[in-house]
T-cell receptor, first 113, second 113 residues
Framework: NAGVMQNPRHLVRRRGQEARLRCSPM?????VYWYRQLPEEGLKFMVY????????ESGMPKERFSAEFPKEGPSILRIQQVVRGDSAAYFC???????????FGAGTRLSVL | QKEVEQNSGPLSVPEGAIASLNCTYS??????FFWYRQYSGKSPELIMF????GDKEDGRFTAQLNKASQYVSLLIRDSQPSDSATYLC?????????????FGQGTILTVHP
């Protein structure tokens, strides 16, 4: 399967714990995007990364959230000290360098108890 | 004013009819436009993208773009019950926001037999 791979599909954390969400882009894609979909809300852009670079993080909350896309390995979205309001579906998308046509992974559903 | 607006619906059409989904956007400089389909509990799936004014057809789907009116639509011909889903309009402003897709709230489409 050469699609965008996200794991885990479901993640349960207690308040105050850390959540790490992983995303491997589609084969041939080197641009990664993270979006969040809160219950009953639309998809909201969080961050755009290329290998080893954060290009646009205008949608990232100022605290507790960080993202990286290392030279080797998947992109990671990290949420420190999770709160109940972080419960949402987190989607990763990827595109090729030539065209900003974004294809989405299956998402990670984060539940904070 | 929301950046990307869609009628939330639900839009209900009989099987075999044409479903018409509409979207308006506020940033006149927006450059690329996308329609995604999202089944309940699933991830967004790319249906169509369009860059230029006019119509673009792909099978039963036609995307229409009118930049002067800041309006983009999706027509689904010969609607099938399997088309029942939420349809998301997404807009990319380009420039410094190259990676960011701004989504509308989505239109819920129900195709009844």
């Amino acid at each position: 399967n050469a699609g965008v791979m996200q794991n885990p599909r479901h993640l349960v954390r207690r308040r105050g714990q850390e959540a790490r969400l992983r995303c491997s882009p589609m084969k041939g894609h080197s641009h990664v995007y993270w979006y969040r979909q809160l219950p009953e809300e639309g998809l909201k852009f969080m961050v755009y990364l290329q290998k080893e670079n954060i290009i646009d993080e205008s949608g990232m909350p100022k605290e507790r959230f960080s993202a990286e896309f290392p030279k080797e390995g998947p992109s990671i979205l990290r949420i420190q000290q999770v709160v109940r309001g972080d419960s949402a579906a987190y989607f990763c998308a990827s595109s090729s360098p030539q065209l900003n046509i974004q294809y989405f992974g299956a998402g990670t559903r984060l539940s904070v108890l | 004013q929301k950046e990307v607006e869609q009628n939330s619906g639900p839009l209900s059409v009989p099987e075999g009819a044409i479903a018409s989904l509409n979207c308006t956007y506020s940033d006149r400089g927006s450059q690329s436009f996308f329609w995604y389909r999202q089944y309940s509990g699933k991830s967004p799936e790319l249906i169509m993208f369009i860059y230029s004014n006019g119509d673009k057809e792909d099978g039963r789907f036609t995307a229409q773009l009118n930049k002067a009116s800041q309006y983009v639509s999706l027509l689904i011909r010969d609607s099938q019950p399997s088309d029942s889903a939420t349809y998301l309009c997404a807009v990319n402003a380009g420039g410094t926001s190259y990676g960011k897709l701004t989504f509308g709230q989505g239109t819920i489409l129900t195709v009844h037999p």
